[in-house]
C-alpha cells in the first residue's frame, strides 16, 4: 500500500530514494516542491526524473486525506473539515488579519481532556493524529493562500491537547520551523494547553522557543476542576509552576487563556482573584469570550460584563488582551464544525 509521504520526509525517505538507486538530494528537492512549489501530485514535479516520478506516485501519496468541506466567512476566515483515512474528521482554520496569515490545527481526533464547555471533547478523545496528518493540515491551508502569500503563525489550538500527543506534534512542527520546510519562526508558533506539568517541561528541556498558552478559565481550584475536569488530579499549582519554568528556560512570555462563561467566571471577584493570581508574573492574559456551543447550556456574557471584566484586570496592572471573535458565522470555534457534519451528513460537499 501506498505511503503517506508527510509521515516519511525524514531518513526513511532518503533509506528509499537509495534503494530506487537515486542520490539523496533528490528528498531536498521533494521537499522543494511540497513546501515551496506546494504540489499536489508528484507527476509535477519535473525537475525529477520521469521513472522517480513514477515510482513516487506507486509507492507514495501526498495527501492522506481529503478535504470535504470548506467553509468561508466574509472577515477571510477559512475553515477545513478533513476526513482522514480511516473515516474520522478533523478541522483546521486559516485566519486572515491585516498582514498576518494564521493557521489552527488540530492534533488528536476529540480530545480526553472533558472541558464542559467545549466541542471537541463532547465524545472524548478516539486517536492521536500522526505527524504526516498534522503536516498535512497546514500544507492544505497553504493551498488556500495566493502563491505569493505565506503561513506566518500557527496556533495549536485546534481539536485536542497537544500535550497529549507531544512526540507527532513536535515532529509536524519541526518541518513547520525548518528552512527545508514552511521556514515559520518557532516564535510564531503558538502551543495552546489545558496543562499537562510533565510535558510542560519537556517542552521546556528542548530549549525552542515555542510560544506557551495556558488554558486557565478560573482563578481558583474548585471552579478550575468543575470547568476543567483534568484539574482535579493535577491542580494550579503545579501548572503554574510548570509554566514559571518553561518562561525561565526559554525567556518566553507566558499567555493564560481565560474563556469567559456568562455567571461562572465572569463577576468583578473573579477578576480581582485572578489579577491576584498573574500579579508578578511576565504574562498576557488572553481572554476569550464563549462561542457557544449547540447543546451546551453555557452561554457568552454581555458586553457590559465583558468590558467591566476587562477593566478589573486592567486597574490591576494585568496585561489583558480580549480576542476578537473570528469566523463565528462559520463556528470556527474547536470542534464545532466535525459535529455539525457529523450530525447532518446529507449536506456534505466541498463548497
Ligand atoms: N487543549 C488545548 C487546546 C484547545 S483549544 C487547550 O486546552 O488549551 C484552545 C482554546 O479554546 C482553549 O483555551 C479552550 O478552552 C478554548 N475553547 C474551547 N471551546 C471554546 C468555545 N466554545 N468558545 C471559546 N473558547 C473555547
Same mark, same amino acid.
Given at each position: 500500500?501506498?505511503?503517506?509521504?508527510?509521515?516519511?520526509?525524514?531518513?526513511?525517505?532518503?533509506?528509499?530514494?537509495?534503494?530506487?538507486?537515486?542520490?539523496?538530494?533528490?528528498?531536498?528537492?521533494?521537499?522543494?516542491?511540497?513546501?515551496?512549489?506546494?504540489?499536489?501530485?508528484?507527476?509535477?514535479?519535473?525537475?525529477?526524473? $520521469?521513472?522517480?516520478?513514477?515510482?513516487?506516485?506507486?509507492?507514495?501519496?501526498?495527501?492522506?486525506?481529503?478535504?470535504?468541506?470548506?467553509?468561508?466567512?466574509?472577515?477571510?476566515?477559512?475553515?477545513?473539515?478533513?476526513?482522514?483515512?480511516?473515516?474520522?474528521? @478533523?478541522?483546521?482554520?486559516?485566519?486572515?488579519?491585516?498582514?498576518?496569515?494564521?493557521?489552527?490545527?488540530?492534533?488528536?481526533?476529540?480530545?480526553?481532556?472533558?472541558?464542559?464547555?467545549? /466541542?471537541?471533547?463532547?465524545?472524548?478523545? $478516539?486517536?492521536?493524529?500522526? *505527524?504526516?496528518?498534522?503536516?498535512?493540515?497546514?500544507?492544505?491551508?497553504?493551498?488556500?493562500?495566493?502563491?505569493?502569500?505565506? @503561513?506566518?503563525?500557527?496556533?495549536?489550538?485546534?481539536?485536542?491537547?497537544?500535550?497529549?500527543?507531544?512526540?507527532?506534534?513536535?515532529? /509536524?512542527?519541526?518541518?513547520?520551523?525548518?528552512?527545508?520546510?514552511?521556514?515559520?519562526?518557532?516564535?510564531?508558533?503558538? %502551543?495552546?494547553?489545558?496543562?499537562?506539568?510533565?510535558?510542560?517541561?519537556?517542552?521546556?528541556?528542548?530549549?525552542?522557543?515555542?510560544?506557551?498558552?495556558?488554558?486557565?478559565?478560573?482563578?481558583?481550584? /474548585?471552579?478550575?476542576?468543575?470547568?476543567?475536569?483534568?484539574?482535579? $488530579?493535577?491542580?494550579?499549582?503545579?501548572?503554574?509552576?510548570?509554566?514559571?519554568?518553561?518562561?525561565?528556560?526559554?525567556?518566553?512570555?507566558?499567555?493564560?487563556?481565560?474563556?469567559?462563561?456568562?455567571? @461562572?467566571?465572569?463577576?468583578?471577584?473573579?477578576?480581582?482573584?485572578?489579577?491576584?493570581?498573574?500579579?508578578?508574573?511576565?504574562?498576557?492574559?488572553?481572554? @476569550?469570550?464563549?462561542?457557544?456551543?449547540?447543546?451546551?447550556?453555557?452561554?457568552?456574557?454581555?458586553?457590559?460584563?465583558?468590558? *467591566?471584566?476587562?477593566?478589573?484586570?486592567?486597574?490591576?496592572?494585568?496585561?489583558?488582551?480580549?480576542?476578537?471573535?473570528?469566523?463565528?458565522?462559520?463556528?470556527?470555534?474547536?470542534?464545532?464544525?466535525?459535529? %455539525?457534519?457529523?450530525?447532518?451528513?446529507?449536506?456534505?460537499?466541498?463548497?
Amino acid at each position: 500500500m501506498a505511503q503517506h509521504i508527510l509521515e516519511h520526509l525524514d531518513r526513511r525517505l532518503l533509506a528509499w530514494l537509495a534503494e530506487q538507486g537515486e542520490p539523496g538530494f533528490r528528498a531536498r528537492q521533494i521537499r522543494h516542491w511540497l513546501f515551496d512549489r506546494r504540489a499536489e501530485s508528484f507527476d509535477e514535479m519535473n525537475e525529477l526524473p $520521469k521513472k522517480l516520478r513514477e515510482a513516487l506516485a506507486r509507492d507514495y501519496v501526498i495527501w492522506s486525506g481529503e478535504v470535504e468541506r470548506v467553509r468561508q466567512a466574509e472577515d477571510g476566515t477559512e475553515k477545513l473539515l478533513l476526513r482522514l483515512e480511516d473515516g474520522e474528521r @478533523i478541522e483546521c482554520v486559516l485566519l486572515r488579519d491585516g498582514d498576518r496569515r494564521s493557521i489552527c490545527i488540530s492534533t488528536q481526533v476529540g480530545c480526553a481532556m472533558g472541558c464542559v464547555f467545549c /466541542a471537541s471533547g463532547l465524545d472524548g478523545v $478516539k486517536r492521536n493524529l500522526r *505527524r504526516g496528518e498534522i503536516l498535512e493540515q497546514m500544507l492544505r491551508l497553504q493551498q488556500r493562500l495566493p502563491p505569493r502569500e505565506r @503561513i506566518s503563525h500557527i496556533v495549536v489550538m485546534g481539536m485536542g491537547e497537544p500535550l497529549a500527543n507531544l512526540d507527532n506534534l513536535l515532529a /509536524a512542527l519541526a518541518e513547520a520551523t525548518s528552512r527545508e520546510g514552511l521556514r515559520i519562526s518557532a516564535r510564531r508558533i503558538t %502551543i495552546s494547553t489545558v496543562g499537562l506539568p510533565a510535558a510542560i517541561d519537556r517542552l521546556a528541556a528542548l530549549g525552542i522557543p515555542y510560544h506557551l498558552a495556558v488554558s486557565l478559565h478560573a482563578p481558583d481550584n /474548585a471552579l478550575r476542576s468543575r470547568l476543567v475536569p483534568v484539574n482535579r $488530579k493535577i491542580g494550579m499549582e503545579a501548572i503554574l509552576a510548570a509554566a514559571d519554568r518553561y518562561f525561565h528556560r526559554t525567556g518566553r512570555k507566558l499567555t493564560f487563556e481565560y474563556v469567559l462563561l456568562r455567571g @461562572i467566571n465572569d463577576t468583578p471577584n473573579h477578576a480581582r482573584k485572578l489579577a491576584a493570581l498573574l500579579r508578578g508574573r511576565t504574562a498576557l492574559l488572553n481572554v @476569550i469570550p464563549y462561542n457557544p456551543v449547540a447543546g451546551l447550556p453555557y452561554q457568552t456574557p454581555d458586553e457590559r460584563t465583558q468590558r *467591566r471584566f476587562e477593566y478589573i484586570l486592567r486597574r490591576e496592572g494585568i496585561n489583558v488582551y480580549f480576542r476578537e471573535r473570528k469566523g463565528d458565522a462559520i463556528d470556527a470555534a474547536c470542534g464545532q464544525l466535525r459535529r %455539525i457534519s457529523e450530525a447532518s451528513h446529507d449536506q456534505q460537499g466541498a463548497g
